[in-house]
């Protein structure tokens, strides 16, 4: 079973207000099929409310939120699942009392599959990350890293068309922070939909990503390729604070 | 030699039903987080649909009359259909409420369920007797087991692997595991959150329903409070075994009932009295030492 595939996730002057402090302050950004944005600032920009908002689980007041030009401002998390909208966590929250392919499996069961169907689906999906081998390992048993990509691929099983990923790369070290990489990457490609990746490695960011948006303050900063963001004045000041000497050297 | 083999079958049989009961309360609390009190009363409503309602002692069979397979499958039906009911009209309304408020809503079952049987049974203990040709022993490498002991070790291992086999094999038996776990993230994952707490709840029926049995076969008595200690050891047993976790619950569930009856066998005679305040003592200690149970689940805090 496929869904239709969706080709726009629009937030439109989204604002966010947690008992007076503006965690976001009207930032509209789009999300294409095809594309890998990525989502960066300072600690406290509104990076995961963002994320939140788009995913359903934090309601904009005001701003709206369009999949495919229908508002879907309203829908809960569990719709927005549903709609299409994959989201991964910074904990990556996989079910640790089942093996690696049963949590792919779940998700591929939520969507309507059937048991053989969903987990010959969580074997190509496991098999595409490169993860060959222990599908039936147990999850509570896993290295850090690999809870980390195996709660990227539970984010694909549900065939979403949009995949928003929260801090993956945190925490690995620089050869796995590679591989990921190369997984982000491929994910438009070969599963056709959009990612938006909020990430603290730049190395990463710059890596992967065809447009960058920056959040400072919970407004938008800037938004554009990997190569303007980084020579944007504002984005280094804002980025670094007054060290913008070093934010130069660390971009 | 053979007396303790003797007491540790005692051991095994009893553990295994409290495993049972443990099992029970560890699969709603999983999909809910409801500590189900009312999980007694629906052993004590099975036990009860074996007789025709009247205040006598010893009263005419209802269930209890009709040929063995009949009969359990009527007293498994009544206990199943009694949790599901129980379920959409006492916890269903609440389900976004306080754990808390759950709580409450359980105990009220649970009184609703015990009023109700005073009303119709009256609260005198009866006497009832079914599998009686069970009771007696059967010779065994020179021990003497009892039938009934056989029958309830024979019945657990039954359940726990037949549910073993559907939580692990079925498409609902998988979902089921993922919404005990993390019932939030499941429900993002597209698990229907109605069918497996109803599913959740119509096994904690099924096992009610075939505990009652098993009671009453052993004990031929009936009483409205029946089903209260084994929940409350029960409930023990989950928290020993880490609350959420159902692993956790089944050997939670022996080891309430191996101490239960180790301590019933070698406690000197006038301490016996003090055997249920030993297998509490037991519950503090272990929960001294590991406040989160035997086998932990994940429960982290995170931003989402």
Not at chain 1, 200 to 205: G, S, T
Not at chain 2, 168 to 176: D, F, H, R
């Given at each position: 079973?496929?869904?239709?595939?969706?080709?726009?996730?629009?937030?439109?002057?989204?604002?966010?207000?947690?008992?007076?402090?503006?965690?976001?302050?009207?930032?509209?950004?789009?999300?294409?099929?095809?594309?890998?944005?990525?989502?960066?600032?300072?600690?406290?920009?509104?990076?995961?409310?963002?994320?939140?908002?788009?995913?359903?689980?934090?309601?904009?007041?005001?701003?709206?939120?369009?999949?495919?030009?229908?508002?879907?401002?309203?829908?809960?998390?569990?719709?927005?699942?549903?709609?299409?909208?994959?989201?991964?966590?910074?904990a990556a929250r996989l079910f640790r009392g089942l093996t690696v392919?049963e949590n792919?499996?779940?998700?591929?069961?939520?969507?309507?599959?059937?048991?053989?169907?969903?987990?010959?689906?969580?074997?190509?999906?496991?098999?595409?990350?490169?993860?060959?081998?222990?599908?039936?390992r147990r999850c509570e048993s896993l290295p850090y890293?690999d809870e980390?990509?195996?709660?990227?691929?539970?984010?694909?099983?549900?065939?979403?068309?949009?995949?928003?990923?929260?801090?993956?790369?945190?925490?690995?070290?620089?050869?796995?922070?590679?591989?990921?990489?190369?997984?982000?990457?491929?994910?438009?490609?070969?599963?056709?939909?959009?990612?938006?990746?909020?990430?603290?490695?730049?190395?990463?960011?710059?890596?992967?990503?065809?447009?960058?948006?920056?959040?400072?303050?919970?407004?938008?900063?800037?938004?554009?390729?990997?190569?303007?963001?980084?020579?944007?004045?504002?984005?280094?000041?804002?980025?670094?604070?007054?060290?913008?000497?070093?934010?130069?050297?660390?971009? | 030699?053979?007396?303790?083999?003797?007491?540790?079958?005692?051991?095994?049989?009893?553990?295994?039903?409290?495993a049972?009961?443990a099992l029970?309360i560890g699969l709603?609390f999983g999909v809910?987080r409801?500590v189900?009190?009312?999980?007694?009363?629906?052993?004590?409503?099975?036990?009860?649909?074996?007789?025709?309602?009247?205040?006598?002692?010893?009263?005419?069979?209802?269930?209890?009359?009709?040929?063995?397979?009949?009969?359990?499958?009527?007293?498994?039906?009544?206990?199943?259909?009694?949790?599901?009911?129980?379920?959409?009209?006492?916890?269903?309304?609440?389900?976004?409420?306080?754990p808390?408020?759950?709580?409450?809503?359980?105990?009220?079952?649970?009184?609703?369920?015990?009023?109700?049987?005073?009303?119709?049974?009256?609260?005198?203990?009866?006497?009832?007797?079914?599998?009686?040709?069970?009771?007696?022993?059967?010779?065994?490498?020179?021990?003497?087991?009892?039938?009934?002991?056989?029958?309830?070790?024979?019945?657990?291992?039954?359940?726990?692997?037949?549910?073993?086999?559907?939580l692990?094999?079925?498409?609902?038996?998988?979902?089921?595991r993922a919404a005990a776990e993390n019932f939030q993230m499941a429900?993002?994952?597209?698990?229907?959150?109605?069918?497996?707490?109803?599913?959740?709840?119509?096994?904690?029926?099924?096992?009610?329903?075939?505990?009652?049995?098993?009671?009453?076969?052993?004990?031929?008595?009936?009483?409205?409070?029946?089903?209260?200690?084994?929940?409350?050891?029960a409930f023990f047993a989950t928290v020993i075994g880490g609350i959420g976790s159902l692993p956790g619950a089944v050997v939670g569930g022996y080891i309430v009932?191996?101490?239960?009856?180790?301590?019933?066998?070698?406690?000197?005679?006038?301490?016996?009295?003090?055997?249920?305040?030993?297998?509490?003592?037991l519950v503090i200690l272990i929960l001294l030492v590991r406040p989160q149970g035997l086998i932990v689940t994940s429960a982290a805090k995170e931003?989402?």
């Open positions: 079973m496929t869904k239709s595939r969706k080709e726009k996730l629009e937030a439109n002057d989204i604002h966010v207000d947690f008992g007076g402090i503006k965690a976001l302050n009207g930032v509209t950004l789009t999300l294409n099929a095809g594309d890998i944005l990525g989502l960066i600032g300072p600690n406290g920009a509104g990076k995961t409310t963002m994320v939140n908002v788009l995913s359903g689980f934090q309601k904009p007041s005001p701003g709206t939120v369009h999949l495919d030009g229908h508002d879907v401002s309203a829908l809960s998390a569990r719709k927005m699942a549903q709609a299409g909208i994959g989201r991964s966590f910074q392919l792919l499996v779940v998700a591929g069961l939520g969507i309507g599959m059937t048991r053989k169907g969903a987990t010959a689906q969580a074997r190509e999906i496991l098999n595409w990350i490169g993860y060959h081998h222990g599908h039936d890293s980390r990509r195996i709660s990227i691929a539970r984010a694909l099983a549900l065939q979403p068309s949009f995949a928003l990923l929260d801090e993956p790369a945190s925490g690995m070290n620089e050869h796995e922070c590679e591989r990921l990489m190369e997984t982000i990457v491929n994910i438009p490609k070969h599963y056709g939909c959009g990612v938006m990746l909020i990430e603290h490695n730049m190395q990463v960011i710059m890596g992967v990503c065809h447009r960058i948006h920056v959040l400072d303050g919970g407004r938008s900063l800037a938004e554009g390729t990997p190569e303007q963001v980084k020579k944007d004045p504002n984005v280094l000041r804002a980025y670094l604070g007054d060290r913008s000497s070093r934010a130069g050297a660390v971009i | 030699m053979t007396n303790i083999v003797q007491v540790l079958i005692d051991a095994v049989a009893l553990g295994s039903l409290y049972l009961v029970a709603v809910m409801l189900n009190f009312a999980q007694g009363d629906y052993i004590t409503v099975g036990a009860y649909s074996l007789v025709i309602p009247t205040f006598a002692a010893t009263p005419a069979m209802m269930f209890g009359a009709l040929p063995t397979v009949a009969m359990i499958f009527c007293v498994v039906l009544t206990v199943t259909i009694l949790a599901l009911l129980t379920e959409r009209l006492a916890f269903r309304p609440l389900r976004n409420s306080d808390t408020t759950l709580l409450i809503s359980s105990f009220a079952v649970s009184y609703f369920l015990q009023s109700l049987i005073l009303m119709l049974h009256g609260g005198r203990p009866k006497a009832i007797n079914i599998g009686e040709s069970l009771t007696t022993a059967v010779q065994l490498f020179g021990i003497r087991i009892p039938g009934v002991q056989l029958l309830t070790m024979g019945v657990a291992v039954t359940l726990l692997v037949t549910l073993v086999l559907f692990k094999k079925t498409p609902i038996g998988i979902q089921l429900r993002l994952l597209g698990v229907p959150a109605n069918r497996v707490i109803a599913i959740a709840f119509a096994i904690s029926g099924i096992l009610g329903g075939t505990i009652s049995l098993l009671f009453v076969i052993q004990t031929g008595t009936l009483d409205i409070r029946m089903g209260v200690m084994p929940t409350v050891y009932g191996i101490v239960s009856v180790l301590l019933q066998s070698y406690l000197p005679e006038e301490m016996r009295a003090f055997r249920d305040a030993g297998v509490f003592t931003r989402v």
